[in-house]
T-cell receptor, first 114, second 115 residues
Framework: DADVTQTPRNRITKTGKRIMLECSQT?????MYWYRQDPGLGLRLIYY???????NKGEISDGYSVSRQAQAKFSLSLESAIPNQTALYFC?????????????FGDGTRLSIL | AQSVTQLGSHVSVSEGALVLLRCNYS??????LFWYVQYPNQGLQLLLK??????LVKGINGFEAEFKKSETSFHLTKPSAHMSDAAEYFC?????????????FGSGTQLTVLP
């Protein structure tokens, strides 16, 4: 089984709909992250959480919200989806420590908003 | 502030040829540097990381990278390309101290290996 699991893997929805992307991990890491990937732009950080009570905005948090339900679960919500939120979304985790800890990624959720 | 520039969004090499993927960074503090690889329909996998120990870092699948502070570079190389190396490669930087405890990614380089 994958260490970082994202659901769903693919989703097509309409403008204005509320969407939730879910991430669960079995690595026992405290830190979790949500990124979006767009062609030619690399990965950009949306939100991150260093423990259950800690939520931080990333570079592009507008239009998104998150919930850290437990150490192992971190969900991303789009309250009212718009077409420019069409992208590939990744969840990642990392261990506690300095900035040299690598991040471990899920396989992504491909989201299309019509 | 920290940033990463990957020169060349697409690189093509012949099978058996040298692979060179370029990465330059900027950081106001000593950086930690990473290379990740992304195969189709998969997430990113760590290839290697630089954490201020040896400047030449060896990673998985025969890849290595050299940290050059004077050039603010961390280029990825592999002596002989294999068809299975075809993927997208991302360079990333993380601050070694302070509150910037996050990764900043470059825009990626798509590597094509020609038979």
């Amino acid at each position: 089984d994958a260490d970082v699991t994202q659901t769903p893997r693919n989703r097509i929805t309409k403008t204005g709909k509320r969407i939730m992307l879910e991430c669960s991990q079995t690595k026992g890491h405290d830190r979790m992250y949500w990124y979006r990937q767009d062609p030619g732009l690399g990965l950009r950080l949306i939100y991150y959480s260093f423990d259950v009570k800690d939520i931080n905005k990333g570079e592009i948090s507008d239009g998104y919200s998150v919930s850290r339900q437990a150490q192992a679960k971190f969900s991303l919500s789009l309250e009212s989806a718009i077409p420019n939120q069409t992208a590939l979304y990744f969840c990642a985790t990392s261990d506690v420590g300095s900035s040299n800890q690598p991040q471990h990624f899920g396989d992504g959720t491909r989201l299309s908003i019509l | 502030a920290q940033s990463v520039t990957q020169l060349g969004s697409h690189v093509s090499v012949s099978e058996g040829a040298l692979v060179l993927l370029r990465c330059n960074y900027s950081s106001s503090v000593p950086p930690y540097l990473f290379w990740y690889v992304q195969y189709p329909n998969q997430g990113l996998q760590l290839l290697l990381k630089y954490t201020s120990a040896a400047t030449l870092v060896k990673g998985i699948n025969g890849f290595e990278a050299e940290f050059k502070k004077s050039e603010t570079s961390f280029h990825l190389t592999k002596p002989s390309a294999h068809m299975s190396d075809a993927a997208e490669y991302f360079c990333a930087v993380s601050a070694a101290s302070g509150s910037a405890r996050q990764l900043t990614f470059g825009s990626g380089t798509q590597l094509t290996v020609l038979p």
